[in-house]
């Protein structure tokens, strides 16, 4: 309960001038000598608290700007989809600008164009997968990771038409497949045909953005796209019963990350933290109340269901498991530092461990 009215402070004033009069009632029942002294804490005591339910109000979870002080602006990148369901659920809850923040939500079709543009300028964060990170950071850019929003093992899917005769991952050998280049689906693509032990050169892989897939798969200019959602709710509906929907990563999950540069952060600590300290108030809302969360993000997306949730962890974290994931990533991507593991970049150099540091350190799961 906040306080905003004059007539509800009264209110609470008048309650507790009560409790004042009720302290003279009981204390002088006390040994005469302590009771002036007794009577006089409980009383300030009591305007104490009476003092910070009319400036704050009862609940502490979640805080306003400070008073006086304009909104801090930022614009931050990300892909309309459930990866991001703390930042639907922050910005519906309101918890940007209880903590001072005036966030301006930039749409992608995927983390690769939302990360290209935060290297570039264009924004001030983004959220995109554990691989795209890797790629820019193998590539020498500045990036830092703030921090995990999700880990998720099922939310990139193989899809393919059936009448091109795909009904499971080992059909796709000499098949036209639609793929974001750099993209995480690239890479369960590659780990796919690993795990089937099809060779790379029979699969014809086309490059095309995600909504550019669903366009050719429809028209049957490819066999079969790996890609996640909204997009591959789009090819069932374009396809219904002839879509195939394959798992693609194999069990393995990946990272969804909130990315700022090394710059940019120097120049907004104060923002970052507070960026943070509100998706982590909407991933404790996600956690006691996961069926309103759910029915918010759905919304949000215009689905009538998450499947993913199912097999998705929504944590703001920095945890040890990302670091293996993304160095076996990196020499995925440079086969050769496998035998120069000392040319392998140092991932604690691109981990930004400050915000959690200073909003809740018991989030960081790793020695630093």
Same mark, same amino acid.
């Given at each position: 309960?906040?306080i905003?009215?004059?007539?509800n402070?009264?209110?609470?004033?008048?309650?507790?001038?009560?409790?004042?009069?009720?302290?003279g009632?009981?204390?002088?029942?006390m040994s005469? /000598?302590?009771? !002036?002294?007794?009577?006089?804490?409980?009383? %300030?005591? #009591?305007?104490? &608290? *009476?003092?910070? +339910?009319?400036?704050?109000?009862?609940?502490s979870s979640?805080?306003?700007?400070?008073?006086?002080?304009?909104?801090?602006?930022l614009?931050?990148?990300?892909?309309?989809?459930?990866?991001?369901s703390?930042?639907?659920?922050?910005?519906?809850?309101g918890?940007?600008?209880?903590?001072?923040?005036?966030?301006?939500?930039?749409?992608?079709?995927?983390?690769?164009?939302?990360?290209?543009?935060?290297?570039?300028g264009k924004?001030?964060?983004?959220?995109a997968a554990?691989?795209?990170?890797?790629?820019?950071?193998?590539?020498?850019?500045?990036?830092?990771?703030?921090?995990?929003?999700?880990n998720?093992?099922?939310?990139?899917?193989l899809?393919?038409?059936?009448?091109?005769?795909?009904?499971?991952?080992?059909?796709?050998?000499h098949k036209?497949? /639609?793929?974001? !280049?750099?993209?995480?689906g690239?890479?369960? %693509?590659? #780990?796919?045909? &690993? *795990?089937?032990n +099809?060779?790379?050169?029979?699969?014809?892989?086309?490059?095309?953005?995600p909504?550019?897939?669903?366009?050719?798969?429809?028209?049957?200019?490819?066999?079969?796209?790996v890609?996640w959602?909204?997009?591959?709710?789009?090819?069932v509906?374009?396809?219904?019963s002839?879509?195939?929907i394959?798992?693609?990563?194999?069990?393995?999950?990946?990272?969804?990350?909130?990315?700022?540069?090394?710059?940019?952060?120097?120049?907004?600590?104060?923002?970052?933290?507070?960026?943070?300290?509100?998706?982590?108030?909407?991933?404790?809302?996600l956690?006691?109340?996961?069926?309103?969360?759910?029915?918010?993000v759905?919304?949000?997306?215009?689905?009538?269901?998450?499947?993913?949730?199912e097999?998705?962890d929504?944590?703001?974290?920095?945890?040890?498991?990302?670091?293996?994931?993304m160095?076996?990533?990196?020499?995925?991507?440079?086969?050769?530092?496998?035998?120069?593991?000392?040319?392998?970049p140092?991932?604690?150099?691109?981990?930004?461990f400050?915000?959690?540091?200073?909003?809740?350190?018991q989030?960081?799961?790793?020695?630093?």
């Amino acid at each position: 309960m906040i306080i905003k009215s004059s007539q509800n402070r009264t209110k609470v004033m008048d309650s507790m001038c009560s409790l004042i009069g009720l302290a003279g009632g009981i204390v002088p029942s006390m040994s005469f /000598g302590g009771t !002036r002294i007794v009577k006089t804490r409980i009383i %300030l005591s #009591l305007l104490s &608290v *009476v003092g910070l +339910i009319a400036l704050t109000g009862c609940d502490s979870s979640k805080p306003t700007a400070p008073s006086g002080e304009a909104m801090a602006s930022l614009t931050l990148g990300t892909y309309e989809g459930d990866l991001s369901s703390l930042i639907w659920i922050a910005q519906d809850r309101g918890y940007f600008a209880d903590h001072g923040l005036k966030v301006n939500v930039k749409l992608y079709e995927s983390g690769v164009a939302a990360a290209n543009d935060l290297v570039s300028g264009k924004v001030d964060f983004a959220t995109a997968a554990d691989f795209v990170a890797a790629c820019h950071i193998l590539e020498g850019a500045d990036l830092r990771i703030i921090a995990s929003l999700c880990n998720s093992a099922d939310a990139i899917k193989l899809v393919a038409r059936k009448d091109h005769g795909i009904t499971q991952i080992r059909d796709i050998r000499h098949k036209r497949i /639609g793929v974001l !280049r750099g993209s995480g689906g690239e890479f369960f %693509l590659d #780990l796919s045909l &690993v *795990v089937h032990n +099809i060779p790379s050169e029979e699969v014809q892989k086309v490059n095309l953005q995600p909504s550019d897939q669903v366009k050719a798969l429809a028209k049957a200019e490819i066999d079969a796209t790996v890609t996640w959602d909204p997009f591959v709710t789009s090819i069932v509906n374009e396809l219904g019963s002839n879509a195939a929907i394959l798992p693609a990563q194999n069990g393995q999950g990946y990272y969804w990350l909130l990315l700022g540069t090394a710059d940019g952060l120097k120049k907004r600590t104060r923002t970052v933290h507070d960026l943070v300290a509100s998706l982590v108030s909407a991933d404790t809302f996600l956690k006691k109340h996961r069926d309103e969360a759910r029915i918010i993000v759905a919304r949000k997306l215009g689905l009538s269901d998450l499947p993913s949730w199912e097999r998705t962890d929504f944590e703001v974290c920095i945890d040890h498991p990302l670091t293996l994931a993304m160095e076996a990533q990196i020499r995925w991507m440079n086969p050769s530092l496998a035998k120069r593991p000392s040319d392998t970049p140092n991932l604690l150099r691109f981990l930004y461990f400050d915000a959690l540091k200073s909003v809740q350190p018991q989030r960081i799961k790793m020695i630093y």
